[in-house]
């Protein structure tokens, strides 16, 4: 079992800045991707930024030049840096892994985080 603890979320004012973590422990011999997605209240879960082994990210158009994600393979950490937080940003941000648990079988599987609240607002 792999297990994912954020933290870093709260409140802040618009402009201020943010930093998440999400560090992943248990049975890990690998981990293939790692992302953010976010979900704000009568909206779907979508994307904000992903960055898989080999240090390659994306991001979702909305937070591009604001938002960095980065990660720590040495740790199995991620980390979101936010900046220039906007009040559209407030919602439940939850952490993502795409963990290989055993070198056999070879498979993949998918974890989540349980989300921490970030709040812009004055």
């Known amino acids: 079992q792999v297990q994912l603890a954020e933290s870093g979320g709260g409140l802040v004012q618009p402009g201020g800045s943010l930093r998440l973590s999400c560090a992943a422990s248990?049975?890990?011999?690998?981990?293939?991707?790692m992302a953010w997605y976010r979900q704000a209240p009568g909206k779907e879960r979508e994307l904000v930024a992903a960055?898989?082994?080999?240090?390659?990210?994306n991001y979702a158009d909305s937070v591009k030049g604001r938002f960095t994600i980065s990660r720590d393979n040495a740790k199995n950490t991620e980390y979101l840096q936010m900046n220039s937080l906007k009040p559209e940003d407030t919602a439940v941000y939850y952490c993502?892994?795409?963990?290989?648990?055993?070198?056999?079988?070879?498979?993949?599987?998918?974890?989540w985080g349980q989300g921490t609240q970030v709040t812009v607002s004055s």
């Open positions: 993502n892994a795409v963990v290989r648990p055993w070198i056999l079988p070879a498979n993949y599987v998918d974890y």
């Open positions: 248990g049975s890990i011999f690998s981990i293939k991707a």
């Open positions: 960055i898989s082994s080999d240090g390659s990210t």
